[in-house]
């Protein structure tokens, strides 16, 4: 079964609209971590940001913001004012205590940004 | 700035033909990973490495060998290739375990042909 399920495939967006990317998690530990890893076209791996279990405050960096409940297993990540730059593919990944040296990734969402 | 450093960045095989990829970081992680990338998958754990000297496999371990001889270098190894190895391959460091970002190598791009 898929731990971590991103349901979009394909995003496309007209610059300045706000987009929020899904991301559905599966575990059965209470202690683990959430990610989120932006890949733009020139192909390398970058990481956005990490939130454990016991924190379900939502984050918010400049236009990009975070949205985490565990009533429902989401994660979901909101870009505000979008723009050409965030065209990427966004993988979200989850760590769990219980298997704790092992990342699951979601098959990521490709977001493309219309000028 | 190095961090995480892949070698080589492209390859062709023939079917058969044998290679290893190298990955190196000099940020003194304990934990190294080979991933696999593609189309429509995500990024799926081949092998990775808790530490020098000793390896484990991730979810897709079949055709590939990994040695972690040097706390700073984690090889990945296909003795003879396959087109289904045709991927992009990403490996990966963290400053321990899976609790920590994963710092990614730019990848390498391997077909079999």
């Known amino acids: 079964a898929q731990k971590v399920t991103q349901a979009q495939t394909e995003i496309s967006v007209v610059e300045k609209e706000d987009v929020t990317l899904d991301c559905v998690y599966e575990?059965?530990?209470?202690?683990?971590?959430l990610f989120w890893y932006k890949q733009p076209p020139s192909g390398e791996l970058v990481f956005l940001i990490r939130?454990?279990?016991?924190?379900?405050q939502n984050e918010i960096s400049g236009r990009y913001s975070w949205n985490f409940q565990k009533s429902t297993s989401s994660f979901n990540f909101t870009i505000t004012a979008s723009q050409v730059v965030d065209s990427a593919v966004y993988f979200c990944?989850?760590?769990?205590?219980?298997?704790?040296?092992?990342?699951?990734f979601g098959t990521g969402t490709s977001l493309t940004v219309i000028p | 700035n190095a961090g995480v450093t892949q070698t080589p960045k492209f390859r062709v095989l023939k079917t058969g033909q044998s290679m290893t990829l190298l990955c190196a970081q000099d940020?003194?992680?304990?934990?190294m990973y080979w991933y696999r990338q593609d189309p429509g998958m995500g990024l799926r754990l081949i092998h990775y490495?808790?530490?020098?000297?000793?390896?484990a496999k991730g979810e897709v371990p079949d055709g590939y060998n990994v040695s972690r001889l040097k706390k700073q270098n984690f090889l990945l190894g296909l003795e003879s290739a396959a087109p289904s190895q045709t991927s992009v391959y990403f490996c990966?460091?963290?400053?321990?375990?899976?609790?920590?970002?994963?710092?990614f190598g730019s990848g390498t791009q391997l077909s079999v042909l």
């Open positions: 939130r454990n279990s016991f924190d379900e």
């Open positions: 940020m003194n992680h304990e934990y």
């Open positions: 575990t059965r530990d209470t202690t683990y971590y």
């Open positions: 990966a460091s963290s400053s321990r375990d899976g609790f920590e970002k994963l710092f």
């Open positions: 990944a989850l760590s769990e205590e219980y298997t704790g040296n092992q990342f699951y």
């Open positions: 490495s808790v530490g020098e000297g000793t390896t």
